[in-house]
């Protein structure tokens, strides 16, 4: 089974979860062009401070109230943290990452994303002071 593999950079998006899945598409149909094939897709973003999952698309408000909970669980600015030297969001931004994660695997059926109706993949920015970020997609077919 051949693999395939992107890098792309993400835009510098502003904090919050923002819904990659076209960038995603993009970059296996330049993979894999006009494929039919089933495999699997893996995503791994390359950082600390960001994360990835899949969740609904088509109401905009799933990302706000997530967004809005996950601060509430990993709140900024708490006299305890000892990791301040970033800002005070970079430690809650660390914990949001490993609670949500920074990798993904979706199957890949008749060339394209095995998503759900109404599933999309995200880009979870816990970051007030965003950079780009690497996102590793690699198409096992």
């Not at 709140?75 to 030297?85: F, K, S």
């Given at each position: 089974m051949p693999y395939h593999q992107a890098i792309p950079t993400l835009p510098a998006y502003g904090r919050g979860i923002h819904i990659i899945t076209p960038l995603i598409e993009d970059a296996i149909e330049a993979l894999i062009p006009h494929s039919s094939e089933a495999g699997l897709v893996h995503l791994f973003l390359q950082?600390?401070?960001?994360?990835?999952?899949?969740?609904?698309?088509?109401?905009?408000?799933?990302?706000?109230?997530?967004?809005?909970w996950l601060n509430?669980?990993?709140?900024?600015?708490?006299?305890?943290?000892?990791?301040?030297?970033?800002?005070?969001?970079?430690?809650?931004?660390?914990?949001?990452?490993?609670?949500?994660?920074?990798s993904l695997t979706v199957p890949l059926i008749n060339?394209?994303?095995?998503?759900?109706?109404?599933?999309?993949?995200?880009l979870c920015e816990h970051r007030n002071h965003i950079s780009q970020r690497k996102l590793v997609i690699t198409v096992n077919t």
């Open positions: 950082h600390t401070s960001a994360s990835l999952a899949i969740n609904e698309n088509a109401d905009p408000d799933v990302r706000l109230d997530t967004e809005d509430k669980i990993a709140p900024a600015d708490l006299p305890e943290y000892r990791h301040t030297l970033e800002g005070s969001d970079d430690l809650p931004a660390h914990f949001k990452s490993i609670m949500l994660g920074v060339g394209a994303l095995g998503l759900g109706m109404w599933q999309g993949i995200y």
